[in-house]
């Protein structure tokens, strides 16, 4: 399973990126998808995660309302739209994935949850 994540940059303040994982070796509708983030000196966060049918996503509080979290599985490909960025958005993006959990309703927040990681792409917003 390989995950390629691209999109990241420098932005100002109230800017926008648009995220991309491309996945490649796995069978992409069998896999929920999520997105964390990493700031120098800190623990792996929780960002955003979706289902593996994107019928539904779920996001850490920090974020609602500002990041969309998608998915084309005709693409294999899962997105992270982040807008009204912050300074404090400031980190290393990394997608994830994880075979689809057959309990209903259950929602992976955790890094231990996801078994296959990207590279990162870093994510720099000025003030």
């Known amino acids: 399973v390989q995950l390629q994540a691209s999109g990241g940059g420098l932005v100002q303040a109230g800017g926008s990126l648009r995220l991309s994982c491309a996945a490649s070796g796995l069978i992409f509708t069998s896999y929920d998808m999520g997105w964390f983030r990493q700031a120098p000196g800190k623990e792996r966060e929780f960002v955003a995660t979706?289902?593996?049918?994107?019928?539904?996503?779920y996001y850490a509080d920090s974020v609602k309302g500002r990041f969309t979290i998608s998915r084309d599985n005709a693409k294999n490909t899962v997105y992270l739209q982040v807008n009204s960025l912050k300074p404090e958005d400031t980190a290393v993006y990394y997608c994830a994935a994880d075979p689809r959990t057959s309990v209903l309703g259950y929602i992976k927040t955790r890094p231990y949850e996801y078994n296959y990681w990207g590279q990162g792409t870093q994510v720099t917003v000025s003030s």
């Open positions: 979706i289902s593996w049918s994107a019928g539904s996503t």
